[in-house]
């Protein structure tokens, strides 16, 4: 009996999910304004080159004509690594000790030395450049927390100031929020891009664009390396 | 032509490693061959003009995840196995 209600309610639910698809016409290459047809990606790409002066298109939809799914998306990361760190962090000041099979030997300890500035410089240099070439904030914060991921694995003692991480991620948080704030100026929407284009293929360009893709640089790298830290000092309390 | 034979190529080691991936007892073996097909998907994203989700299929499906994963595993067990199982539910029960 409960098994047939089950599928009942789930074919209900299927039902209404796939009308609504079909209602919504996927692949459909125009929308209707103010009873005039205008094509979808014919505006995007014009509007991405004339206004906005951003050579990468991806970026351009995801941070400004797609600002707000982009501000969820750093809102669902946020979320995650805090139930992570709420489960996971259990003793306040106290860390567990970092469990360690044997200790990494000195042409790995001296090499990752060697590369994480480089490393770094990449993560940083994905970020800024995320409306000039291929990369944004996601993948340079992920970039940078692989970084900081050699040396925890290669240094026992390597520590990462949780203080620090938070504060860097509450800031760049707030930026990301207050520059959607500031859209309203000259009586715009949130996330709207009150900045002037600038010059195409400049690396000042674009408007808030630059902006939101560094704060969300810092914020993703800065969850991440807690996340990996936190995940690298719990203890092992089952001895398998 | 080529391009086509190399796609296929890739998807046909991206399906081996996965079957590996749910056939493999050793979960570390399971868990780089889930790496393998993050890195065949970054590079089969770069072939189809998707250079940004490549950058990220690789920084987070290639290092962040495989490395995440490689950590549990070295905390928990390492075989995938009944009687492991068995004992950890007693364990957590306890």
């Known amino acids: 009996m409960k098994k047939v209600l089950v599928i009942l309610l789930l ?84 860390v567990g000790e970092r469990s360690v099979l044997f200790s990494a030997s000195s042409i790995v300890t001296s090499g990752s030395k060697l ?31 692989t970084g900081f991921l050699l040396m925890l694995l290669a240094y026992e003692n390597y520590s990462v100031s949780h203080t620090n991480l938070a504060v860097i991620e509450s800031l760049a948080g707030i930026t990301f929020a207050g520059v959607g704030l500031l859209g309203f100026m000259n009586g715009g929407t949130f996330l709207q891009n009150f900045l002037p284009g ?20 810092f914020k993703v790298a800065a969850e991440l390396t807690g996340v990996i830290y936190t995940v690298l000092n719990e203890k092992g309390e089952y001895n398998g | 032509m080529i391009a086509f034979i190399l796609i296929v190529l890739l998807l046909v080691l991206m399906l ?62 390492r075989m995938e196995d009944e009687s492991d199982r068995d004992k950890n539910i007693k364990s957590t029960t306890k």
Do not use: C, W
Not at chain 1, 57 to 80: A, H, K, P, Q, W
Not at chain 1, 200 to 208: A, H, K, Q
Not at chain 2, 64 to 74: A, E, P, Q, S
């Open chain 1, 11 to 94: 074919a209900v639910v299927g039902f209404y999910i796939s009308e609504t698809f079909f209602d919504i016409g996927f692949g459909n290459t125009h929308f209707v304004q103010n009873d005039q047809i205008k094509p979808v990606k014919d505006t995007y790409l014009q509007q991405t080159v004339q206004t906005l002066k951003v050579s990468n298109t991806v970026t351009s939809i995801v941070v400004n004509f797609r600002g707000f799914d982009t501000l969820g998306e750093v809102t669902v990361l946020f979320l995650s690594v805090t139930a992570l760190g709420s489960i996971l962090y259990k003793r306040r000041h106290h």
């Open chain 1, 115 to 145: 590369l994480f500035p480089a490393i770094v410089l990449l993560g940083t240099y994905v970020f800024i450049h995320g409306h000039l070439s291929p990369g944004g904030g996601f993948q340079g914060g992920v970039i940078i927390a």
């Open chain 1, 198 to 217: 600038g010059v195409l293929n400049d690396l000042f360009s674009g408007g808030v664009i630059p902006i939101i893709y560094i704060a969300v640089g």
């Open chain 2, 16 to 77: 081996a490693a996965a079957v590996y991936a749910i056939v493999q007892k050793d979960l570390l073996y399971a868990v780089i061959a889930t790496g393998i097909i993050s890195l065949v998907l970054s590079i089969l994203f770069y072939m189809l003009q998707a250079p940004d989700v490549a950058l990220t299929e690789a920084a987070i499906g290639v290092a962040l995840t495989t490395i995440i994963f490689v950590i549990t595993i070295r905390n928990t067990v």
